[in-house]
Antibody
Framework: QVQLVESGGGLVKPGGSLRLSCAAS????????MSWIRQAPGKGLEWVSY????????YYADSVKGRFTISRDNAKNSLYLQMNSLRAEDTAVYYC?????????WGQGTLVTVSS | QSVLTQPPSVSGAPGQRVTISCTGS?????????VHWYQQLPGTAPKLLIY???NRPSGVPDRFSGSKSGTSASLAITGLQAEDEADYYC???????????FGTGTKVTVL
């Protein structure tokens, strides 16, 4: 079945960097847009970034533009999110999702905590 | 920042019908973009509940239904059950932001 597994979360100091990964299985990864969506503790959902199947089209929310970079490796069925210049407000659970205009399915999420 | 507005909470007794509104604008729902709904049970990842305004993925009970009109959309839950207690989010596309946007979220409580 379709499965998405995120990894790479953890505790990082403000100004630091972290790279999230999402391993996909159960579908033809290279056929689909993929997205990162985050949820701060006790808060709602925010669509952070998406990337087209070939990688040629990319979107970033204004809140992360210039600091985060989304990428994918279709040969490895993997999605990535490079997060630089992290701020306290980036603290959240980060989910990857298969993107068909909406997210389906979602991974279980990985927690990123930005704190000194 | 959420551009789609939902009521913070709704509640109902078991068996009752509740509705959740999702109010947008002319750059998202009113522009004709589809609305999708997610259910997030406590401590879990969101799950797709309704796609394309009114379509249910396989496995979603027909107690859940979606509709859209003008600049708003609605999710209805009929025959409310204890297991429906969760957070619900609408989602669409916004042309002014050139990106996908979520609603503010609604917590459903079963009394």
């Amino acid at each position: 079945q379709v499965q998405l597994v995120e990894s790479g979360g953890g505790l990082v100091k403000p100004g630091g960097s972290l790279r999230l990964s999402c391993a996909a299985s159960g579908f033809t990864f290279s056929d689909y847009y993929m997205s990162w969506i985050r949820q701060a503790p006790g808060k709602g959902l925010e669509w952070v970034s998406y990337i087209s199947s070939s990688g040629s089209t990319i979107y970033y929310a204004d809140s992360v533009k210039g600091r985060f970079t989304i990428s994918r490796d279709n040969a490895k069925n993997s999605l990535y999110l490079q997060m630089n210049s992290l701020r306290a407000e980036d603290t959240a659970v980060y989910y990857c999702a298969r993107d068909v205009g909406y997210g389906d399915p979602w991974g279980q999420g990985t927690l990123v905590t930005v704190s000194s | 920042q959420s551009v789609l507005t939902q009521p913070p909470s709704v509640s109902g007794a078991p068996g009752q019908r509740v509705t959740i509104s999702c109010t947008g604008s002319s750059s998202n729902i009113g522009a004709g973009y589809d609305v999708h709904w997610y259910q997030q049970l406590p401590g879990t990842a969101p799950k797709l509940l309704i796609y394309g305004n009114s379509n249910r993925p396989s496995g979603v009970p027909d107690r859940f239904s979606g509709s859209k009109s003008g600049t708003s959309a609605s999710l209805a839950i009929t025959g409310l059950q204890a297991e429906d207690e969760a957070d619900y989010y609408c989602q669409s596309y916004d042309s002014s932001l050139s990106g996908r946007v979520f609603g503010t979220g609604t917590k459903v409580t079963v009394l």
